[in-house]
């Protein structure tokens, strides 16, 4: 079973358009996370909710919109794609804030 | 400016030695810190863990922390070709949110 799950893997897509990536875990943590990391493997903090809540918004583009139906739960919406937006992006969680994350094996996001 | 520095290498180690792999941070703040292992298209994995000064041993894998010198590292001994990766320092900085920042990582090649 696996503990953090995205969908897609790969996301291809034209400059301009909306996307979206789903995270789900099933470990029964409260605290998800999304991480953009770029192509010299910088991994960046985006958001992060704790039991639903957003608690973490570094700065992003509103582009961006994260939302979170549920604790299990994390997705990522992003309008109006650009070409600086090409990268990977991971969703993890952990039990708690402050503790150690698991991370989802990535979205390797490519815009054309 | 949160910031964790770790240099990028990449260190080589023969197969059978300790690798040392260090980092530094700014926030003399931080709580918590954690090292990940990355394999190339991988997602991050976690290695260990320490909140407290002093060292934490985990079957091969030692963590070392220093608060005061503002510094963690991780030793790895009887080094092993697998353990060939990039090793990701992060560091949760105090603050309601615990917000984690990453270094840029060390790239690591345990050579036979």
């Not at chain 1, 994390?74 to 070409?83: D, K, P, Q, R, T």
């Not at chain 1, 990268?87 to 994350?101: D, G, H, I, K, M």
């Not at chain 2, 070709?81 to 309601?96: E, I, K, M």
Request: net charge neutral.
């Amino acid at each position: 079973d696996t503990a953090v799950s995205q969908t897609p893997k790969y996301l291809v897509t034209q400059m301009g358009n909306d996307k979206s990536i789903k995270c789900e875990q099933n470990l029964g943590h409260d605290t998800m996370y999304w991480y953009k990391q770029d192509s010299k493997k910088f991994l960046k903090i985006m958001f992060s909710y704790n039991n639903k809540e957003l608690i973490i918004n570094e700065t992003v583009p509103n582009r961006f919109s994260p939302k979170s139906p549920d604790k299990a739960h994390l997705n990522l919406h992003i309008n109006s794609l650009e070409l600086g937006d090409s990268a990977v992006y991971f969703c993890a969680s952990s039990q708690e804030l402050n503790q150690p994350q698991h991370f989802g094996d990535g979205t390797r996001l490519s815009i054309l | 400016q949160k910031e964790v520095e770790q240099n990028s290498g990449p260190l080589s180690v023969p197969e059978g030695a300790i690798a040392s792999l260090n980092c530094t941070y700014s926030d003399r703040g931080s709580q918590s810190f954690f090292w990940y292992r990355q394999y190339s298209g991988k997602s991050p994995e976690l290695i260990m863990f320490i909140y407290s000064n002093g060292d934490k041993e985990d079957g091969r894998f030692t963590a070392q922390l220093n608060k005061a010198s503002q510094y963690v590292s991780l030793l790895i001994r009887d080094s092993q070709p697998s353990d060939s990766a990039t090793y990701l320092c992060a560091v949760n900085s105090r603050g309601g949110s615990y917000i984690p920042t990453f270094g840029r990582g060390t790239s690591l090649i345990v050579h036979p």
